[in-house]
Nanobody, 126 residues
Framework: DVQLQASGGGLVQPRGSLRLSCATS????????IGWFRQAPGKGREGVSC????????YYADSVEGRFTISSDNAENTVYLQMNGLKPEDTAVYYC???????????????????WGQGTLVTVSS
């Protein structure tokens, strides 16, 4: 049974940092691509970052490129999203998801992922 659990959200001031964790079970990270998505109030779900099952390919949305870093720890079956230089517009519920994504251009598409964890709220505010 594929399961994912996101954690690490909270309240942070602008230009601050947070690290989100996506703990997985029921599979190993070399079987699935893992994506981070976010949904702000009143907006659609946005693909933020993804790491391939091999760990060799990563994707970042333009809005987070250079500020966020995705990584995986196969021994812990956990994927991390290090978020630096946070901005108020990064405020959202963040979700992690697992899927077998067929092409790089599909990484930011929520329809490419089969299993989703519950979200963790990130609030960036002074």
């Amino acid at each position: 049974d594929v399961q994912l659990q996101a954690s690490g959200g909270g309240l942070v001031q602008p230009r601050g940092s947070l690290r989100l964790s996506c703990a997985t079970s029921g599979f190993t990270l070399d079987e699935y691509d893992i994506g981070w998505f976010r949904q702000a109030p009143g907006k659609g779900r946005e693909g933020v970052s993804c790491i391939s099952s091999s760990g060799g390919t990563t994707y970042y949305a333009d809005s987070v490129e250079g500020r966020f870093t995705i990584s995986s720890d196969n021994a812990e079956n956990t994927v991390y999203l290090q978020m630096n230089g946070l901005k108020p517009e990064d405020t959202a519920v963040y979700y992690c998801a697992a899927g077998r994504v067929s092409a790089v251009y599909d990484y930011p598409k929520s329809s490419a992922y089969d299993s989703w964890g519950q979200g963790t709220l990130v609030t960036v505010s002074s």
